[in-house]
Nanobody, 124 residues
């Protein structure tokens, strides 16, 4: 079992930055995919980006250049650096992890474990 705990959410003005963290504990797979999804009120949960343990990352096309995923293996922590934030980035952000396989797409069904989410609010 994998436990994921997100942190770093908050309120920021448009144009600002935030860095989210996702700490993983429990069973750590040697090969894995971890990523970020977000869900705004009344909308479907959408993929932000995923990191595969071999080093590859996938991002939502609309977020490339503003959002960056990084990983600290020693801390079992995944990060999401968000820059130039816009009001439309307001959402609950969720961390997710696979059960020992790599992600080939940015879809929810590739991930098995989910955190509780951290709220990001961007004001204009």
């Amino acid at each position: 079992q994998v436990r994921l705990v997100e942190s770093g959410g908050g309120s920021v003005q448009a144009g600002g930055s935030l860095r989210l963290s996702c700490a993983a504990s429990g069973y750590i797979y040697s090969s894995y995919c971890m990523g970020w999804f977000r869900q705004a009120p009344g909308k479907e949960r959408e993929g932000v980006g995923v990191f595969n343990s071999y080093g590859g990352t996938l991002y939502a096309d609309s977020l490339k250049g503003r959002f960056t995923i990084s990983n600290d293996n020693a801390k079992n922590t995944l990060y999401l650096q968000m820059n130039a934030l816009k009001p439309e980035d307001t959402a609950m952000y969720y961390c997710a992890a696979s059960g020992g396989w790599f992600c080939r797409t940015l879809t929810r069904n590739e991930l098995s474990y989910w955190g509780q989410g951290t709220q990001v609010t961007v004001s204009s």
